[in-house]
């Protein structure tokens, strides 16, 4: 993108191409921390006894009606809370009200993609636990 921008133009007293390996580079590095935090936090999790979630998407995705049944049942592992914000989070996306409008090119977007990768997530963790709360459950 910088050598498009900048094209015969040096950049930071580099010269575009170089800027733009720089940043590549930099975007590699700051992906293979990301992946090494993501491990370290997993292995701090299954020391500390979490649950550790099962399923993999489809798994989760059917077993979501089942959670909320669940919950309705006595499940405790999904706070009243939690689902209050994922019901604020669907109003904040169906809703054409928006902290940040859509006319503007990037932001606009942005936020309202923030708050669904952060939905569909919570769901997909608070699903996988449920399974692995399920399993164990027919286990026993």
Known sequence: MSTLLFRDADVLGLP??????????????????GLAWRAAKRRRR????????????????????????????????????????WAVALVYLVSPIDLVPELLPVLGVTDDAGVLVWLLTSISAASGVFLRWERDRVRQ
């Open 16 to 33: 575009a191409t170089g800027f733009g390996i720089g940043l590549a580079v930099l975007g590699a590095v700051v992906f293979a921390g």
């Open 46 to 85: 299954i020391a500390a006894g979490e649950p550790e979630p099962a399923g993999n998407v489809l798994e989760r995705a059917r077993a979501l009606p089942r959670l909320l049944r669940a919950r309705r049942e006595g499940y405790t592992g999904l706070p009243k809370s939690r689902i209050a914000l």
